[in-house]
C-alpha cells in the first residue's frame, strides 16, 4: 500500500497540509484507541502488575513477591492441571473438526439441485453460541436426561470421559464454521488445475490428496488456528455442562481464573491469565510455522 | 453525479459462488442418475447427523415436563406435545427480558465498532501520518488480547469503578456489558481491506471534486464498500450477541442477565419444567438464525474473510 | 505498599487512619494475629456504641446480607418486618447475595477493600477464622460488655456452640444458626429387611451392617446415599475428637500445617471406598444445586438411608406431606419442582430420622450452619442499630419462630424450653425429627468444638476433590487424603504470609 495523497486535493504539498492530514487521522483513530488503551493494553499492564505482587487475604494491601508467583503458578498443580484438560480438549475437537469440515465441505460443493440447502443446514450451527450449545447437549450426555448418558466414554464420572462428552458440544457447534471455511476454500480452487486433473484421469480419490488438499491447505491452516486458539479459550461449555467436574477434572485455565477473581487471588488469577496468553500466541504461531512449510501457496 | 453512479456500479468484494467443473468423460444418464442419488442420500443423513441435536431441543422444549420428568426424562420423542409450552416456557422462564436487554447490549456493541472502525480503516486506508505502521501493529497486537486474557484485570478496572459490585444497577451493568468491546481490530481489518479496493481513478475524481473527508467517507468510501461492510457488522452482531466470558464475570444482578447468562441461571433451576432450559435455548438462537438465514452470504463472506487467499 | 491507583489510593489513605485508630482500642492486628492467638486481639466495650442510634436524627438504615432462599429467607424477612413495625429508629434491609454461602462470602470478600459491606452479614459457620482476619468484623464480646442486659438473654446458649464461635475469649458473630447432619432413613425398608425401624445405625460399623442387610435383601440397590461433601467426613472426625489442622485445631495460633490423614481421616475414607467398592454407596458428586442424592430416597429410587443436614426436615416433611412450596426445596439444592410432582413421586414413604452415626459413637461432631456478624465499618449508629437488631432476633420469641419455621435449631434453652415449641417437637412427626437433631447438637464437647481455618474455602474444594476421587474414581484412599492434606498444608502456608 503506497502513501496515497488524500482525496481533498489542493495546490500545494506543503507541511500544513500534511499537518492536518495527520491531525485529522489522529483524531479518527482516537476512539479505536481510546478502547484499545484502557480495555486491552491497560488490562495486560495490571496482568503484570497484579502476578508481581501478592495481595493481603483481606485485598487491602499488596506487597511485591517478583516473579515467585508467576513461576510457582506456572509450575503449579493447578495450572498444569488446567493446561492439561486444555490440551486433552484440543486433540478431542481440532483434528475431528477439521475432517468433519472437510466432509462436509466436500459433500456439499457440488452441481446438485436444492445444494443451497443442505449448504444452509450444514452452516447453521454458526447461530449456536458456546451457551446454547452446551444446553442443547444437555439432551444429550447429562447423566439425568442426556439419551446417551448411560455410553460409558461419555460419563460425567470420570474426568476423560466427561471431557470427551463436552467434546461433543464444541465440534457440534464448530461444525457450522469449519463449514463455511472449508467450503470457501474449495470455491477458490481454480478451475483450471481441477479440469486439467480431471483430463489427466486423476480419479477422485487421488483428486483429493494430490490436488484438493494441497490448493486448499492455506484454508484448513486457517481453521487449525480458530478452532486451537478456541480450544485454548475453551470454558462456558464445561461450566453448564459438568461444572468443571469430576474432582476439578474438566476445569481448564480459563474456567479456573473466573474463580480467582477475588482481591486475594488476583495474584494467581493474572499469572495464569499470562500463562494463557503467550501459550496461545506461542501455539498459533508454531502451527503457522510448522504447518506453512507444508501448506502449498499460489502454484 | 457522475462519482456516485460509478460508486454504484462497482461491488469489487462480490462472491465467487463458484461451483466445481463437470467432470469431462461422458456419463450414461442412469449411472448419473444413481451417483446423483447417492449423493443426496449421503447429504441427508449429514444433515440428519447436524440436526439431531437441535432435533432432541426441541423436542424436550415442547414435551410436558411433569410427564416427562415421571418417565425418567430421557425420552427420544415428544411427551404430550403442546404448542404453547413455548410461550408458557417464555412466560415461566421471564425469557422475554434478558433477550431484549441482549439485543441492546448487542446494537450498542455493533454500532460502536462500526463507527470506531469506519473511522479508523478510514485513516490506515486514505491517509498519511507519522507512525503509520507502528500504529497499525498496535491494532494488529490488540488480537493477541482477547477478553479472556484479560478478564481479572478488566474486572477490577470495572470494580474500581464501582460498576461491578453486589448492587449493580441497570446502567452499570450496560456499561459493564458494552465499553470494552467498543472498538475491534477485526473491524479496522475488514473495513479497511474494502476501502482500499476503491478504484483509483474514483478517488482521484473525488479529489479533483475537492469532497472532504467525511463527504468522502459518506459517499464514496462506505457505499463501495458496503458488501464488506455488511458483513463485518453481522459477524459482530455474532460475536457481541453470543458472549458469555465477559457478562458472567461482569454482571452481578441477575436482573442483568443477558440471555446466554439466562441459560446457565434456567438450567437446573426447576425439575419439574424442565422445558424452560430448552425452550430458553430456542430462544437465545432465533435472531442469529434469523440473520444466518436472511445474509447468508454477508455472513460467510465475513466469516472466512482470513480463510481464503486472492 | 499500597495499591497504585489514584482515587483507591486516596480513600485507602483516609480509611488506614480511621482503622488505626479503631485498632488501638481492639488490640494487635497487622501480622500479629498468628503470634498470640488466631484472635484479633481483645475485644473492647468502647469499640460497641450501643445506643448511638438513638441519638442520631431520622432513621438509621442497616443492610443485613444472606443466602437463604425458600422458608428461610421468608422466615427472615418476616423477622425484619416485624422488627421494622415495633420501633421507628431503625430500619432493616434484607438483601440477598446469592442463594449459597459461596456466592455470599465471595460477594462479602470483594466488598472488603473497597470497604462497601453490610451492617450485618450471615456467613456460613466455616468463615469464622477468616472474619476474624478480615478485620471488618465488630466482635460480639465487645458488645456483650458495654451491654450487660444483652448479656443476659444470651447467657443460657448451649455451652458448644459459644465454644465453636469464640477465640481466645472473644467472642466474633451475635448470633447463630445452628445446623447438624441426621439419617434420614425408610422406616419400611428397614423393617422389611429385619432392622428395627426405630434404632437406627449409630456408628460406622452398623451403617455398613444395615446397607449391607438392605441390600441382600433387595430393598436397595445402593442403600446408602450421600453428597461427596468433605462436611460428612469432617464431622466423623473432628467427632472422633481428632484435629484436623495442626496449632491445636487452628484454635492456639493460625493453622499451618494440615493433619486429616490421621487415624479418623483414615478410616472414614476407607469407609467411603470401601461402600463404593461393595455396591453399598450411592455416591452423588459433590457440586451445587445437586439433587440428585434426595431423589434416589423416593420409590423409584435406589437408596433407603441419607446422610444430610438437619436444615431439610421440614422441607422433607413438607414433600411427604404434599405441602411444599417449589422455593423450600430450592434451598437444600437449588432446585425446585411442585408440590403435586413431588408428593406423586414420593408415594407413601415413611422417612425415619436418627442422629448422624459416628465412627464410634453418633451425633458428634462440630457445629454448622451460619453464623451473624456486625461489620465495624459502618458509622456508630449503623453498627448500634446492627447490635439491636441483633438483640431483637436473639428474644426469645422470635428465636422460637425462626426455629419453627426457619428450621434451624434454637441455640438459646429457653427457646428450646418454649411451651409452643416443646409441643411441637412432642405431637409432631417433623418436630420430633427436629428434637432428634437437637439432640444432636446438646451432645457436642464444648472442649473440641472444631478446626479454626482461615482458607476454609480451598480446604473444602481440595478435600472435596480428593473425596470425589476415591468415590468416583476408584482412586486409593490413603493417597487421596495425603495429596489432600499436602495441597491443603500448602493453602494454610500461604493464608499465613499473606495476612499481613
Not at chain 1, 79 to 96: A, D, E, M, S, Y
Not at chain 1, 161 to 171: N, P, Y
Not at chain 3, 221 to 241: N, R, S
Request: proline share 5%; hydrophobic share 45%.
Amino acid at each position: 500500500m503506497t502513501a496515497v495523497a488524500g482525496p481533498t486535493a489542493t495546490a500545494g504539498r506543503g507541511s500544513g497540509r500534511r499537518v492536518r492530514e495527520a491531525i485529522a487521522a489522529y483524531l479518527l483513530l482516537a476512539p479505536s484507541f481510546v478502547v484499545f488503551a484502557l480495555f486491552f493494553f491497560w488490562p495486560l499492564w495490571g496482568l503484570i502488575h497484579n502476578a508481581l505482587h501478592q495481595k493481603n487475604i483481606q485485598g487491602t494491601a499488596e506487597k511485591w513477591v517478583g516473579s515467585k508467583q508467576l513461576v510457582d503458578t506456572l509450575t503449579g498443580e493447578e495450572f498444569r492441571q488446567g493446561l492439561g484438560v486444555n490440551v486433552k480438549f484440543l486433540v478431542l475437537t481440532v483434528p475431528i473438526g477439521v475432517v468433519l469440515g472437510v466432509l462436509l465441505a466436500m459433500s456439499a460443493h457440488r452441481r446438485l439441485r436444492g445444494i443451497k440447502i443442505f449448504q444452509t443446514i450444514f452452516s447453521s450451527t454458526v447461530a449456536s453460541s458456546v451457551a446454547v450449545s452446551a444446553v442443547v447437549f444437555l439432551t444429550i450426555v447429562n447423566p439425568e436426561i442426556g439419551i446417551f448418558r448411560d455410553v460409558g466414554w461419555l460419563s460425567f464420572d470420570r474426568p476423560f470421559s466427561a471431557l470427551t462428552a463436552v467434546s461433543l458440544s464444541s465440534i457440534w457447534r464448530n461444525l457450522g464454521l469449519t463449514f463455511v471455511i472449508v467450503l470457501a476454500g474449495l470455491q477458490a480452487v481454480p478451475d483450471e488445475v481441477v479440469e486439467a486433473s480431471l483430463l489427466d484421469g486423476y480419479g477422485p480419490v487421488r483428486r483429493f490428496f494430490r490436488i484438493t488438499i494441497p490448493l486448499i491447505s492455506p484454508t484448513l491452516l486457517f481453521l487449525a488456528v480458530v478452532l486451537t486458539v478456541d480450544a485454548f479459550q475453551a470454558y462456558a461449555q464445561m461450566e453448564l455442562l459438568t461444572g468443571g467436574g469430576p474432582a476439578g477434572g474438566t476445569e481448564t485455565i480459563l474456567f479456573k481464573i473466573t474463580r480467582l477473581l477475588q482481591p486475594k487471588d488476583v495474584g494467581e488469577g493474572s499469572s495464569m491469565a499470562l500463562g494463557l496468553f503467550v501459550i496461545t500466541g506461542l501455539v498459533a504461531a508454531a502451527q503457522f510455522g510448522v504447518l506453512n512449510r507444508r501448506v502449498h501457496y499460489g502454484d | 453525479m457522475a462519482i456516485e453512479s460509478a460508486v454504484t456500479h462497482t461491488d469489487p468484494m462480490a462472491p465467487d459462488r463458484k461451483l466445481p467443473p463437470e467432470a469431462a468423460s461422458p456419463e450414461r444418464s442412469h449411472r448419473s442418475a444413481l451417483r446423483k442419488a447417492g449423493w443426496y442420500v449421503l447429504l441427508s443423513a449429514l444433515s440428519l447427523v447436524v440436526l439431531f441435536p437441535l432435533y432432541m431441543t426441541i423436542v424436550r422444549a415442547i414435551s410436558n415436563p411433569s410427564k416427562a420428568l415421571l418417565t425418567g426424562g430421557a425420552h427420544l420423542t415428544p411427551i404430550d406435545a403442546e404448542w404453547d409450552s413455548f410461550t408458557r416456557a417464555f412466560n415461566e422462564g421471564n425469557l422475554g427480558r434478558p433477550l431484549l436487554w441482549s439485543l441492546a447490549v448487542t446494537l450498542v456493541i455493533v454500532g460502536g465498532q462500526l463507527l470506531t472502525s469506519l473511522f479508523a480503516a478510514y485513516a490506515f486506508a486514505f491517509l498519511d501520518f507519522p507512525f503509520k505502521r507502528v500504529l497499525f501493529g498496535v491494532v494488529v497486537a490488540t488480537l493477541l488480547l482477547p477478553i479472556e486474557v484479560t478478564l481479572v484485570t478488566n474486572v477490577e478496572t470495572f470494580q474500581d469503578w464501582g460498576w461491578i459490585q453486589p448492587n449493580q444497577n441497570g446502567g452499570q451493568a450496560f456499561g459493564a456489558l458494552t465499553l470494552p468491546f467498543l472498538a475491534t481490530a477485526i473491524g479496522i481489518f475488514l473495513i479497511r481491506q474494502g476501502f482500499l479496493s476503491v478504484p483509483r481513478d474514483l478517488r482521484d475524481a473525488a479529489a479533483l471534486d475537492g469532497y472532504g473527508h467525511l463527504r468522502f467517507l459518506w459517499r464514496v468510501a462506505i457505499p463501495v464498500s458496503r458488501p464488506i461492510i455488511a458483513s463485518f457488522v453481522l459477524i459482530s452482531f455474532l460475536g457481541a450477541y453470543n458472549q458469555y466470558v465477559w457478562p458472567s464475570a461482569s454482571v452481578r444482578t441477575q436482573m442483568y442477565n443477558t440471555i446466554q447468562l439466562t441459560l446457565r441461571a434456567v438450567t437446573g433451576q426447576r425439575l419439574d419444567q424442565l422445558n424452560i432450559p430448552f425452550a430458553a435455548a430456542i430462544v437465545a438462537s432465533i435472531p442469529v438464525l434469523v440473520l444466518l438465514i436472511a445474509f447468508q452470504r454477508h455472513l460467510v463472506r465475513g466469516l472466512t474473510a482470513g480463510a481464503v487467499k486472492g | 505498599m499500597t495499591i497504585g491507583r489514584p482515587r483507591l489510593r486516596r480513600t485507602l489513605a483516609v480509611l488506614s487512619i480511621g482503622a488505626l485508630a479503631l485498632a488501638g482500642c481492639g488490640g494487635d492486628d497487622n501480622g500479629n494475629a498468628g503470634n498470640d492467638g488466631s484472635g484479633g486481639g481483645k475485644a473492647n466495650a468502647a469499640d460497641c456504641p450501643v445506643d448511638a442510634f438513638k441519638d442520631a436524627n431520622g432513621v438509621t438504615t442497616i443492610k443485613v446480607w444472606h443466602s437463604y432462599v425458600g422458608s428461610v429467607r421468608n422466615t427472615l424477612e418476616k423477622i425484619a418486618n416485624q422488627y421494622n413495625a415495633s420501633q421507628d429508629k431503625v430500619k432493616v434491609e434484607v438483601e440477598a447475595q446469592g442463594n449459597s454461602y459461596d456466592a455470599l462470602r465471595r460477594n462479602f470478600e470483594a466488598g472488603i477493600p473497597n470497604r462497601q459491606l453490610p451492617a450485618i452479614t450471615i456467613a456460613e459457620d466455616t468463615n469464622t477464622q477468616f472474619m476474624i482476619d478480615s478485620r471488618v468484623v465488630l466482635p460480639a464480646t465487645s458488645c456483650l460488655e458495654a451491654d450487660p442486659k444483652a448479656a443476659e438473654q444470651v447467657k443460657d446458649i448451649l455451652p458448644a456452640i459459644r465454644a465453636a464461635y469464640t477465640v481466645d475469649g472473644v467472642q466474633y458473630p451475635a448470633s447463630m444458626n445452628a445446623s447438624t447432619i441426621v439419617l434420614y432413613y425408610n422406616r419400611k425398608h428397614f423393617a422389611a429387611a429385619g432392622l428395627d425401624p426405630d434404632k437406627p445405625p449409630t456408628t460406622l460399623k452398623e451403617l455398613r451392617e444395615a446397607a449391607e442387610k438392605l441390600k441382600a435383601s433387595g430393598q436397595s440397590e445402593k442403600p446408602l446415599v450421600m453428597k461427596m461433601d468433605p462436611w460428612f467426613l469432617e464431622q466423623w472426625i473432628t467427632g472422633d475428637g481428632q484435629e484436623m489442622v495442626n496449632n491445636d485445631n487452628g484454635r492456639s495460633g493460625l493453622a499451618t500445617k494440615a493433619t486429616i490423614d490421621n487415624e479418623a481421616g483414615r478410616t472414614a475414607m476407607d469407609f467411603i471406598a470401601s461402600m463404593k467398592k461393595d455396591g453399598l454407596l450411592n455416591a452423588v458428586p459433590g457440586t451445587e444445586g445437586q439433587i440428585n442424592h434426595y431423589l434416589a430416597m423416593l420409590p423409584s429410587g435406589s437408596s433407603s438411608m441419607l446422610l444430610e443436614t438437619s436444615a431439610a426436615i421440614t422441607t422433607i416433611n413438607g414433600v411427604l406431606t404434599g405441602n411444599i412450596n417449589p422455593e423450600d426445596l430450592g434451598q437444600q439444592a437449588g432446585t425446585e419442582i411442585s408440590g403435586d410432582a413431588l408428593k406423586a413421586l414420593a408415594g407413601d414413604l415413611d422417612i425415619g430420622v436418627g442422629l448422624n452415626p459416628g465412627i464410634t459413637a453418633p451425633g458428634k461432631g462440630q457445629v454448622g450452619g451460619g453464623a451473624w456478624y456486625i461489620t465495624n465499618t459502618g458509622s456508630k449508629e449503623v453498627q448500634s442499630a446492627a447490635w439491636d437488631f441483633v438483640k431483637y432476633f436473639n428474644s426469645t420469641p422470635v428465636q422460637v419462630l425462626w426455629t419453627m419455621e426457619g428450621s434451624y435449631l434454637p441455640i438459646l434453652e429457653s427457646a428450646k424450653d418454649d411451651p409452643t415449641l416443646q409441643k411441637d417437637w412432642t405431637t409432631t412427626k417433623k418436630g420430633g425429627w427436629l428434637a432428634t437433631a437437637y439432640e444432636g447438637i446438646t451432645t457436642l464437647d464444648p472442649e473440641f468444638p472444631g478446626p479454626l481455618i482461615g482458607p476454609y474455602d480451598k480446604f473444602r474444594d481440595l478435600f472435596r476433590k480428593g473425596i470425589e476421587t476415591v468415590a468416583l474414581q476408584d482412586g486409593a484412599p490413603e493417597q487421596s487424603l495425603k495429596q489432600a492434606q499436602d495441597a491443603i498444608t500448602k493453602q494454610l502456608e500461604e493464608y499465613k504470609d499473606n495476612n499481613f
